[in-house]
């Protein structure tokens, strides 16, 4: 069920930070999505493809739909129409198949790139390095449809404070290396913190934090 005080409570406890809220309503349905829409949320986060075409389909237009699950290249014509940003792009190739698909629909895609930081292997992403070789390589120039925004990355699902604050400020410290680096046209935004670690994100420099279970409740 979709909790407004708990809606109400994070975006309070964002407002000094300036970070965005993306609403992660994955496996939710419209009506508990539209609860948040009338309390005024309109950036909203799903990871799989027919579940984020489907609800682009039946919900206002104005909503601001970011994925941010796994994304198979055969799959981005699906999202190319109408999305916002796709938070997780994990390879070059990925990157160059947005930028065609966004090109046939006559459109500029925010992507952020994503990084691999937590110790588990399942989790998908980039290394510091890759990051490096894509913004600093002279292809990027050529992708004329596609806009990289920022980075966006997962701590690992640990108790341990210290190891989650370690990791999104070694996150924060690449952002700011990346933006040295690149003198014009720097990265905005930095996607870090979900329902478990937003406050620590937030404090280590996070400016988008992606939340679904505080607002929504549990998955199943
Ligand atoms: C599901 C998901 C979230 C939200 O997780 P909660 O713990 O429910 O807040 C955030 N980011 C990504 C990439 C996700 O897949």
Known sequence: M??????????KYLQPFSAKLIAVSKTKMQGEIL?????????????????????????PKDIEWHFIGHLQT???????????????VDSFKLLLEI????QKNKRVINCLLQLHIAKEETKFGLSFEEVREIMMGKLLNKLTQV???????????????????????????????????????????????????????VEE???MVRIGSLLFGERK
């Open 2 to 11: 979709t909790s407004l005080k708990a809606y109400n409570n994070i975006l």
């Open 35 to 59: 609860v948040l829409y009338g309390a005024g949320q309109r950036a909203f986060g799903e990871s799989y493809v027919q579940e984020i075409k489907s609800k682009s389909e039946l919900l």
């Open 74 to 88: 055969n799959k981005v014509k699906y999202i190319a129409p109408f999305i916002h940003t796709i938070q997780s």
């Open 99 to 102: 930028n065609k698909e966004a």
């Open 147 to 201: 806009k990289i925004t920022g980075l966006m990355a997962m701590a690992s699902l640990t108790d341990d404070e210290n190891l989650i604050h370690s990791e999104f400020h070694s996150v924060k410290a690449f952002f700011d290396e990346i933006n040295t680096a690149l003198k014009e046209l720097p990265l905005t935004t930095l996607s870090m913190g979900m329902s478990s670690d937003y406050k620590i994100a």
């Open 205 to 207: 420099g996070s400016n």
